[in-house]
């Protein structure tokens, strides 16, 4: 039974990373917790008998039955105590008026919980003994304590969460427990080695993964990375050789960072932590969320949203995505993300409109289910758009716009031969956003808007290419998937291709003078040219040899307006947000050395036998 007293626990000595708890609480709050909600710590055993420590927030007004909000986090539940209240329970202040029973848990590991933390611990499928635990069986085990323990609850229970806290809510979609009736999955990441935190396409995140890194498992709680510089782009450089992190930092005591080491491809690893082989069902609504500019899993949401759309007879996948940065939908007004404003508040509708009506509609049986099967913010026109498929296959054609002589881009093929090239030196990387590059964590990091950054003060570098098209005559419009093909050689035996889709605005006329001839990236990725053929074996490349790749640039929705010019930006580093590929090919770039790294020349062909081009699902 919760009881109050009994559980008041001692913690007042653990500080609460303020950093994290304002990433995931949204607004200035406007109602009184402590007043309406009354706060229990309990500590919960789980099968094997480990304890995970889990706060219980209940609503003060008896009159009626209330369902479960659950959130779990590697990131401490704090404040911890049961006098010390959130001053904002669920995901906005309309869940907390509405009155839910919330209750917040630290994983296996981390704060207060017992346990060892594993980052991501893999699904088991098929679970043998009350030993064999995962974040499945955890929440499970949770809920049946949670319908037995505490009163005056509705027998529903529904689970959300950002990011990490995402990826616990895909978990708990996998062998659901019966009284699980809505969840939604925000952004989480979906495979950590082809598109989210730690790599996308084979190609290693070097700033996240040693910083996450870093973070997590330097102990129990979160511990920022002591850099000796400011600007962390002179930190990574200095760094040489990134097998020097183990050598000359952490000496093989980051569990995470060694798997980083030890699986360098596609291996049965990171197969196993992927999330859409064990999702073989789609029992439990679920409204999956993205942002066009996540700067950590924006390929996650919208995997899983694919993977579960195939199993969904039922009709209970959804999709929301918006302009948006890595959960901020979760805060502020969203009217604009850095520079850019969409001229309405996207996170406010987002949270009021479809947020608090979907767990309303499925555990509280309040309103109507007229959701949109997907619900996105066409960005330049800025306006949201309903869709009954994602990506829309309707009124959308396929056209390819093309890599031209003298920088130009245009929906017409190649006629000349040619191509346009640049000398790619890992001693001197393009840097991903301007400098200084501040720590991830910590105040005032550009980390959360790099995505959004005027891409300017790249496009006159030697190393990066730009081809661009004319004026538009009228609105382009781009709605689904964007796939990038690429016509290169090198003279290297291994290299990175970046590609990066750029609407430009007019030079003038804008009410705000910076933003004329803003470059404002759309859609980018990284391929690293050894995964070219498959991401399990990679293959050295012929030297000098004309090579076709595909890079999916993911899905979007956004409107290039009458006036703007479209772009193309390629290079061959983006730095430290990648890790320099040596640009000579060796067995496992995380052994590389010194003397492996050399410059290498690009060349980015535009021929009719060879034509580059960005292929764009253009709305008719
Ligand atoms: N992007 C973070 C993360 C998620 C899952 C695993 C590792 C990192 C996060 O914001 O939680």
Redesign the pocket.
């Known amino acids: 039974m919760l009881r109050r007293k009994s559980s008041i626990l001692l913690l007042l000595t653990l500080t609460v990373t303020a950093a994290v708890l304002a990433q995931n609480r949204p607004e200035a709050p406007d109602f009184d917790v402590k007043e309406h909600y009354t706060k229990y710590e309990v500590r919960l055993a789980m099968r094997d008998g480990v304890h995970l420590f889990t706060s219980v927030y209940v609503p003060k007004d008896s009159s009626r039955p209330y369902p479960f909000l659950i959130d779990r986090t590697p990131y401490s539940v704090g404040p911890y105590g049961v006098d010390l209240y959130r001053t904002q329970l669920g995901p906005s202040s309309d869940f907390d008026k509405a009155g839910y029973i919330f209750v917040f848990q630290d994983v296996r590991g981390r704060y207060m919980s017992e346990g060892q933390f594993i980052?991501?611990r893999p699904h088991i499928d098929n679970k043998k003994s009350s030993q064999d635990v995962d974040d499945s069986s955890d929440l499970y085990d949770t809920i049946e304590w949670l319908l037995k323990n505490v009163p005056r609850h509705n027998g529903r229970v529904g689970v959300l969460g950002?990011?990490?806290?995402g990826?616990l809510t895909v978990m708990a979609m996998i062998d659901p427990h019966p009284a699980l009736k809505a969840v939604s999955e925000q952004a989480s990441?979906a495979d950590?080695y082809l598109g989210d935190?730690f790599h996308h396409n084979g190609a290693f995140r070097l700033s996240y993964g040693l910083e996450?890194s870093a973070r997590m498992e330097t102990s129990k709680q979160n511990e920022a990375f002591d850099f000796d510089r400011f600007d962390t782009f002179d930190w990574y450089l200095r760094l040489g050789p990134i097998r020097n992190f183990n050598k000359n930092y952490v000496h093989g005591k980051l569990p995470t960072w060694n798997d980083y080491v030890e699986h360098p491809n596609y291996d049965e690893f990171w197969q196993r932590q992927a999330v859409t082989p064990y999702l073989k069902q789609a029992k439990v609504p679920n409204l999956n969320v993205a942002g066009w500019w996540d700067q950590?899993?924006f390929y996650g949401p919208l995997k899983i949203y694919e993977t579960l759309e195939k199993l969904d007879s039922g009709h209970r996948n959804y999709l929301v995505s918006g302009p948006w940065n890595?959960g901020s939908w979760s805060r502020g007004t969203g009217r604009a993300l850095g520079k850019i404003d969409f001229g309405t508040d996207a996170s406010k509708y987002f949270r009021e409109k479809v947020q608090a009506p979907w767990f309303a509609y499925w555990l509280k049986d309040k309103g109507k289910l007229d959701f949109p099967e997907a619900l996105t913010f066409q960005t330049g026109s800025n306006k949201w758009e309903s869709y009954d498929e994602w990506p829309p296959s309707k009124g959308v054609e396929r056209k390819k716009i093309y890599f031209h002589d003298a920088g130009a881009l245009s929906f017409s093929e190649p006629a000349s031969e040619g191509f346009d090239s640049y000398v790619s030196d890992p001693a001197h990387p393009v840097p991903y956003r301007h400098r200084p590059i501040e720590p991830t964590y910590g105040g005032a990091s550009g980390w959360g808007l790099w995505l959004v950054e005027d891409q300017r003060f790249v496009y006159e570098r030697p190393d990066v290419l730009s081809w661009e098209s004319a004026p538009l005559e009228k609105d382009l419009a781009v709605a689904g998937d964007i796939v990038a093909h690429l016509y290169a050689s090198t003279s290297g035996t291994d290299g990175d291709w970046v590609v990066k889709l750029i609407d430009v605005y007019p030079e003038k006329g804008q009410q705000d003078p910076p933003m004329n001839g803003y470059q404002l990236m759309i859609a980018n990725e990284v391929l690293r040219a050894r995964f070219r053929n498959g991401f399990v074996k990679p293959e050295p490349l012929v030297s000098g040899q004309v090579t076709a790749y595909t890079i999916d640039l993911h899905s979007n929705d956004h409107a290039f307006l009458a006036g703007h010019r479209v772009m193309v930006q390629v290079q061959s580093t983006w730095f430290p947000l990648i890790d320099r590929n040596p640009q000579k090919f060796v067995p496992n770039i995380f052994m590389a050395s010194e003397e492996d790294f050399q410059k290498a020349e690009q060349r980015v062909y535009r021929s009719q036998v060879y034509p580059s081009n960005v292929e764009l699902p253009v709305v008719r």
């Open positions: 980052e991501m950002i990011s990490y806290g990826w990441p950590m935190d996450y950590e899993d890595h």
